[in-house]
């Protein structure tokens, strides 16, 4: 079967749907944190996909340019959320998402 | 000289460099060998049979018991020596037995490789202690020391003295 | 047709990769299933012809991000018994499952368009991007150059953040 | 020299769109696959090969430095020696601690050594001979596979279950990852001067070798190597007394041998890439190219095993501190100093006379941040 736009698209779909049940379900910050670099991973197949196919001529390449702020963002989201969490621990003992609670109304 | 980063690093590393050139102190001893100290105490005696009088004060000096010396009256009233034993397996060469003898007849041997498979084969009977093959150590006896070879120097010339 | 049987191999190694990361309750293996998920999408950028994307991906995602991750999982303890879910998982499947149906029928039921293009003939040619990707991001007119430098200014905030977070007092 | 089949040489993006441009022109799939079995196979034996003359070259030029012989008995010259050391590692028996997490200490040994084969699959012995020489990104690749490596080590010290195993495995990465950023900025001098990531367009682009002409990168490129590949004198894994063995305390027989042949892999890796990127690769008058790469390899090597020799081993603290405070601005700089000289030279810095230009940079900056530069109360410098 030829690969084409929809295959790539339906994996990102799959993926992404993947890390938002961990990053819904799971208790654990850092397994959280995990899911959620697999949904932005998600997204990223689906734009760089999206400028090979739909934007096929090389010279704009938006889409990887696109793709590349997200790893951007990927990497600072990940910096400062393991620094929060490790803060966390430390002055919790914990890493669990439903024990982080102080902020309940 | 000046004081650049990192000037003793690079002088550590000529240090090392320089290293190459030397000759290497390392002996494959098998096949090479080194000459021992020429006073060296090492793991045999040597007994000359004709100064000696039998007169055991190597035995009373001996602080392990190891010599064991047994004579019987020959002629002239001269003691004969019947039996002379060293258990070379406690000896702990002190060398005083070698220092105590009045007449001179006791000397260390220069060999080292006298390492047996039991304690009890350590034990130098007159025979062993008389062979022919045994070179003496100069260990006090200053006499011998001008005859014997040389000791290997391991390091440099410079030091001999300390040797 | 290489490029194919790599999209499916990959493919298939990065969802159950991902599926790991979900199922397994061991932290320290999840982080490491992750990777593999990294290393198969990776994989896939591969197969997009889009080989800046895909160093990138494995210099950022597999050498950077899963070693602060690691390093978090290590930090933390919970290792051994803490990746497990919550109560409302079964609700949580329920939606995700509805939202990856939808997701995967609207993929498939769109007409991207993608023949108009084709027929352009533009597809097969398969160039360097690296120096492609440059010109997009650094161009004067049409170029990400703010972007840029507000990624830059993100990621030395997100330093110095980490830093001050994390400094002991 | 062997002929390379031209679908091989004009820059592929990855091997799969290879194999499709081979496919689609039908008659190079012969020569395609005969080309990737012929690599594939020579990359493996070439990393053993010389893995094992590393071995016995460090040991016998260590002794000679150290006033010593070495290694003679097995072979002439001891040359065989690390062949009887493969094999009584190899009937050794291989321990299992019960508590480990088995998969992962099982893998570790092999994601150590697999990122060090990729490296070579870019890496050019001459013009055009290698398995993708003229790949388009080629040192990112190299640079981006290096780093795979410090997953590895956590897998080898998360999977012992060792306190020392993880202990040593934390410092190893938080060494490693400090290190990788100068090498990266180092690296990043090369490509601006050379104007390509391509290693074979690296070489070319060579007519002065860059370690003349970017000096400071070369030194820092270098010092990154020897702590990416913890050699002395960044070999904090090797204090007995503090860490025991680092993160391979747990491993035995064949996988310590993998480890271990990783380590010599990854020097290899490392001394081929600064062949490459600083000596000017293959080139080099009279004798044959291959020979002129290899003499360079070894001469790198050399190099560190003088350090080895000559050195000692530096504290964690001033191992970091030096990563962070010396190195990282010292090459942030060098590399606004090389992309001002590309400006103004209008893309053409390969010039003898910045040779000395860039000579005078590096001792004065080196010199000037020495000053500056205090770790734990003492007059550490450089």
């Known amino acids: 079967m030829e690969v084409e736009l929809t295959h790539y698209l339906v994996l990102s779909g799959i993926l992404f749907a993947i890390g938002l049940f961990g990053a819904l379900t799971k208790q654990n910050v850092i397994g959280i944190l995990m899911c959620i670099e697999i949904m932005l991973n998600a997204a990223n197949i689906a734009v760089v996909a999206f400028s090979r196919y739909l934007v096929p001529d090389t010279v704009l390449l938006t889409g990887h340019g696109f793709a590349l702020f997200v790893i951007v963002v990927a990497a600072a989201e990940a910096a400062v959320g393991l620094a929060i969490v490790i803060t966390l621990y430390r002055n919790r003992a914990t890493v669990d998402a439903e024990e982080m609670d102080s902020m309940k109304g | 000289m000046l004081n650049l980063p990192g000037i003793g690093l ?8 320089k290293n190459m050139t030397r000759k290497r102190i390392t002996e494959q001893y098998p096949e090479e060998r080194l000459n021992v100290s ?5 793991q045999e005696l040597v007994w000359e049979p004709g100064r000696c009088t039998g007169c055991a004060t190597c035995v009373k000096a001996c602080p392990q018991g190891n010599i064991k010396i047994k004579t019987s009256v020959g002629e002239n009233n001269k003691y004969v020596v019947d039996q002379f034993e060293n258990d070379e397996g406690r000896c702990i060469f002190c060398g005083l037995c070698v220092e105590s003898c009045p007449y001179e007849a006791l000397f260390f041997g220069r060999s080292y490789e006298r390492s047996k498979y039991k304690r009890e084969e350590l034990i130098a009977d007159i025979d062993e202690m008389t062979a022919a093959d045994k070179e003496r150590s100069a260990y006090y006896r200053p006499d011998l020391y ?6 290997t120097l391991l390091i440099y010339r410079k030091h001999k003295r300390i040797l | 047709m290489g490029a194919d049987i790599a999209f499916w191999i990959f493919a298939v190694i990065a969802v159950i990769a991902a599926l790991g990361v979900v199922a397994q309750r061991n932290l320290f293996r999840a982080a490491l299933l992750l990777v593999l998920s990294f290393f198969a999408v990776a994989g896939i950028y591969g197969s997009l012809s889009a080989d800046f994307m895909a160093v990138a991906q494995v210099l950022v995602y597999m050498g950077a991000i899963s070693v602060l991750i690691i390093f978090g999982v290590m930090l933390t ?18 939606v995700c499952a509805a939202l990856m149906g939808l997701l995967v029928f609207v993929f498939i039921d769109t007409d991207w368009n993608t023949d108009m293009v084709q027929t352009g003939a533009t597809i097969a040619e398969d160039k360097p991007t690296t120096s492609a990707i440059a010109d997009a991001i650094f161009d004067k007119d049409a170029g990400f150059l703010l972007p840029l430098e507000i990624g830059a200014a993100l990621i030395l905030a997100a330093v110095i953040g980490a830093i001050a977070l994390v400094k002991d007092k | 020299m062997m002929t390379i089949p031209d679908v091989v040489t004009q820059a592929p993006l990855a091997s799969w769109q290879l194999w499709d441009s081979a496919l689609d022109s039908g008659w190079a799939i012969d020569n395609f696959w005969a080309h990737l079995a012929l690599f594939a196979v020579g990359i493996i034996g070439f990393v053993l090969m010389v893995v094992m003359g590393f071995i016995w070259y460090e040991r016998r030029l260590i002794s000679v430095m150290q006033l010593r012989i070495g290694p003679n008995r097995a072979g002439p010259f001891g040359l065989l020696q690390p062949v009887a050391d493969a094999i009584k590692v190899m009937l050794k028996e291989d ?20 990122p060090v084969l990729l490296m070579f699959a870019v890496i050019p012995i001459h013009e055009g001979v290698g398995l993708i020489p003229d790949l388009n990104i080629g040192i990112l690749f190299i640079v981006a596979v290096g780093s795979i490596e410090t997953v590895a080590v956590f897998m080898a010290g998360y999977g012992s279950n060792n306190k020392y195993a993880l202990v040593g495995a934390m410092r190893s990465v938080a060494q490693m990852v400090s290190y990788e950023m100068p090498m990266a900025f180092a690296v990043i001098a090369v490509v601006m001067v050379a104007g390509t990531l391509s290693m074979q367009g690296i070489v070319q682009a060579q007519s002065i070798p860059f370690a003349l002409l970017l000096p400071m990168a070369f030194i ?17 894994l090797e204090a007995e007394s503090e860490i025991i063995a680092g993160y391979h305390i747990e491993y035995s027989g064949m996988k310590f041998a993998t480890f271990y042949l990783g380590e010599y892999g990854g020097a290899i890796a490392q001394c081929a890439i600064i062949t ?24 790198m090597f050399g190099v560190i095993v003088w350090i080895r020799a000559a050195w000692p081993r530096v504290r964690i603290d001033q191992l970091m501190g030096f990563a962070w405070k010396y190195m990282l601005p010292l ?26 230009v860039n000579f005078a940079i590096t001792i004065g900056l080196m010199t000037a941040w020495a000053g500056m530069f205090k770790i734990g109360g003492g007059s550490e410098s450089a």
């Open chain 2, 10 to 17: 690079m002088q550590g590393l000529g240090v090392v460099f």
């Open chain 2, 38 to 42: 020429r006073r060296t105490r090492a």
């Open chain 2, 146 to 151: 001008d005859e014997l070879p040389e000791q």
């Open chain 3, 77 to 94: 303890k919970d290792v051994q018994r803490g990746n497990s879910f919550n109560r409302a998982w079964p609700s949580a499947l329920v």
């Open chain 4, 95 to 114: 321990i299992v601690p019960t508590v480990a997490d088995k998969w992962v200490h099982f893998l570790a040994p092999i994601v150590v050594f697999v």
């Open chain 4, 220 to 236: 820092f490129y270098f010092t990154c190597a020897l702590a990416e590949l913890q050699r002395t004198p960044f070999d904090l």
């Open chain 4, 276 to 299: 490459t990127l600083f000596l000017g690769g293959w080139k080099g008058p009279i004798l044959p190219p291959v020979l002129w790469f290899m003499i360079k390899l070894f001469t």
């Open chain 4, 331 to 356: 090459s942030l700089i060098n590399l606004l100093v090389v992309a001002i000289e590309v400006i103004i030279l209008d893309g053409d810095a390969i010039r003898w006379w910045l040779v000395p």
